[in-house]
């Protein structure tokens, strides 16, 4: 009785040569993959992840008393804060202010202390230039003459704060608070509580502007989705007209428009509506309304290509099932266009609540956002760590927002058309 030969794939599948060469043809596809997507994923490290990772690093990084004063660190690290310290430490901090000031450190550790004690900075400078030729051997008596400052808890709690190289005073500066003397966590001074009022600010300005994006931005998409394709096409390019001007240009010519003899304000005198212009430059509602122009097609664009793909056979379905228009439009064709909306909305507010160049031009003294203090502290302050501590802040309140608004909405609805 003779048996059957086995089926040829059988026969091709068992062959341990061919499945060498199938692996070997499956791993130079996954090479040949990681390849081509290598050039955007390193392009996305040194551009996005590094960056920030070097924020978050700064925020909590605290290097200068460390590195310039090292033993004084050492010794302020065992000061129990229960009284003003001894001679030891006297000693160290006055050999220290020496040295510092030999070496031109001084004003950066100055600075530092500055932003943790007001007036550290002159005292710092003060006692450095007297102890250049002080020749004695008791620090603490002769520091305490020359300022009575060294006596008290304060001045020392700065460098309490400041003794170790990781610390998390810049994130409660964030939140206007500090550090006390006992090391307890306690609200800032009033004149210094302003982070958070300009936190909630940010936020407030944001909303708006996303309000009234969608206001203005959801007729105009659907607008543009029911015109005939030669009118809709006219339309979308004066959509798309802001994205061919510079932001300097747009937001300049807000200035314009808005100032107390701008074209608004004229217009508004000359046609007897107003008595005397309107207040409508560097303050909040220069703000909005340029930020609103600015931003308005990046809500326009995603909601006017998901309506685009909304059928409408089913508002005709809904009308002959005895719907009226608006009620047909509410319950079968909102509800599809939600998810373009919503991608609109969502891009309109992460792109608002960090803008800079807008604010600072057009929104004087109360217009401005916290975006412009973490650049004054970059820039002007040089306070990196607390520029930084301020970027991570917001950071954390847009991925808290951004959960609930996945959790109301569902970030798997937005869609782009």
């Known amino acids: ?74 010794l302020m690290q ?80 700065a460098f309490k704060v400041l003794s170790s190289e990781f610390t998390a005073t810049h994130y409660l500066a964030a939140l206007d608070l500090q550090y006390n003397v006992n090391g307890e966590i306690v609200p800032q001074p ?75 304000n004229s217009f508004l005198l000359w046609t007897g509506i107003i008595s005397e212009p309107l207040d409508m430059m560097y303050n909040q509602i220069g703000t909005v309304v340029a930020m609103t122009h600015i931003l308005l097609p990046f809500l326009v664009l995603p909601t006017y290509s998901v309506m685009k793909s909304i059928s409408p056979v089913y508002m005709r379905a809904a009308r002959s099932l005895g719907a009226t228009p608006g009620h047909a439009f509410f319950k079968v064709y909102f509800p599809q266009s939600l998810p373009g909306l919503s991608a609109g909305a969502i891009l309109v507010f992460i792109l608002s609540i960090g803008y800079y160049i807008t604010p600072a031009l057009v929104g004087g003294r109360t217009g401005q956002m916290i975006s412009n203090l973490i650049a004054y502290h970059m820039q002007t302050s040089l306070n990196w760590g607390l520029g930084a501590a301020l970027a991570g802040s917001l950071l954390a309140v847009v991925l808290v927002l951004y959960g609930v608004y996945n959790r109301l909405v569902g970030a798997s609805q937005m869609k782009l058309g």
Request: charged content about 20%.
């Open 78 to 157: 065992r000061w129990d804060q229960q009284q003003i310290p001894g001679e030891e430490v006297f000693a160290s901090v006055g050999k220290a202010l020496v040295l510092a000031r030999e070496q031109k450190t001084i004003g950066r550790i100055a600075n530092r202390l500055n932003s943790e004690q007001s007036g550290m900075r002159s005292l710092m400078t003060k006692t450095a230039r007297k102890l250049k030729r002080y020749e004695g051997s008791d620090y603490k008596v002769f520091m305490l003459q020359q300022d009575k400052r060294w006596g008290e808890m304060e001045t020392w709690g």
């Open 190 to 264: 009033e004149s210094r509580q302003i982070y958070v009022d300009m936190l909630l600010k940010t936020l407030k300005l944001s909303l708006m502007v996303t309000l009234f994006c969608i206001i203005l931005g959801y007729p105009l998409a659907y607008l543009l989705s029911v015109l005939p394709p030669s009118k809709s096409n006219l339309l979308m390019i004066l959509v798309l007209l802001p994205f061919w001007t510079s932001l300097l240009v747009r937001t300049s010519a807000w200035i314009v428009m808005l100032q107390g003899k701008g074209v608004v």
């Open 1 to 74: 009785m003779s048996t059957s030969a086995p089926p040829a794939d059988n026969m091709q599948v068992n062959d341990p040569a061919l499945k060498r060469k199938l692996k070997k043809a499956e791993r130079f596809l996954k090479i040949r993959a990681l390849l081509l997507v290598a050039p955007l994923v390193l392009f996305v490290l040194f551009t996005f992840v590094f960056p920030l990772a070097e924020m978050l690093y700064r925020s909590i990084h605290n290097p200068v008393l460390v590195d310039n004063m090292p033993e004084v660190a050492e």
